[in-house]
């Protein structure tokens, strides 16, 4: 079946504009899962959500990322006022929300803030 | 979360197995241990995951010593395919479930 999706692939900005990725979890899955990951890094936790709650957030950088997932669904993570430090890879991962279930990963966006 | 210490980089000759060691002393009971890949720059990739029985899939084979405090994670023969950054992490098994990724070890396998 297909997995995880997220669009765009790619996305070039300017400092200070908004930008929305969009995150397509496998089909039947609960949880879904945001992280970051810098160049030779290791994928950094953002946020989570079980269902359309959002149940940890601690990773959030600061006020400026938010996300939601308002039908329990397909997912946005909303960076407002990018800075060029925001430039990364934002990786979405979605599992059946069981205890200590695997996460599976998508092909992430690389996002490159000018 | 417990955390976990991996050699930075290792070195395997294609069709030998790679053996890839994790140290997670703080592991707690109710934690399991995590192995993931990445190649290149793709999203990581789920390899086998184990609490504390020996664990084989189609990819690997997961170690774990009777006292969990390490893990080998056994790539029975390796090709130049599995040349990747290879991640070991300890999950809580409850409500807990954001990954706590370290920086893995980079692994070659030569030709």
């Known amino acids: 079946g297909a997995g995880v999706s997220q669009s765009p692939r790619y996305k070039v900005t300017k400092r200070g504009q908004d930008v929305a990725l969009r995150c397509d979890p496998i089909?039947?899955?609960?949880?879904l899962y945001w992280y970051r990951q810098a160049l030779g890094q290791g994928p950094e936790f953002l946020t989570y959500f079980n269902y359309e709650a959002q149940q940890d957030k601690s990773g959030l950088p600061n006020d400026r990322f938010s996300a939601e997932r308002p039908e329990g669904s397909i997912s946005t993570l909303t960076i407002q006022r990018t800075e060029q430090r925001d430039s990364a890879m934002y990786r979405c991962a979605s599992s059946f929300g069981r205890a200590a279930d695997t996460q599976y990963f998508g092909p992430g966006t690389r996002l490159t803030v000018l | 979360d417990a955390k976990t210490t991996q050699p930075t980089s290792m070195d395997c000759a294609e069709g030998r197995a790679a053996n890839l060691p994790c140290n997670h002393s703080t592991i707690s009971g109710n934690e399991y241990v995590y192995w993931y890949r990445q190649i290149h720059s793709q999203g990581p990739q789920y390899i086998i995951h184990?609490?504390?029985?020996?664990e084989t899939n189609e990819m690997a084979s997961l170690i774990i010593t009777e006292d969990r405090k390490s893990s080998t994670l056994i790539l029975p023969h390796a090709t130049l395919r599995d040349t990747a950054v290879y991640y070991c992490?300890?999950?809580?098994?409850?409500?807990?479930?954001?990954?706590?990724w370290g920086l893995g070890t980079s692994l070659a396998v030569n030709p």
């Open positions: 089909s039947g899955h609960v949880s």
């Open positions: 184990g609490l504390k029985n020996n």
């Open positions: 992490i300890v999950l809580n098994a409850g409500n807990n479930r954001k990954l706590i």
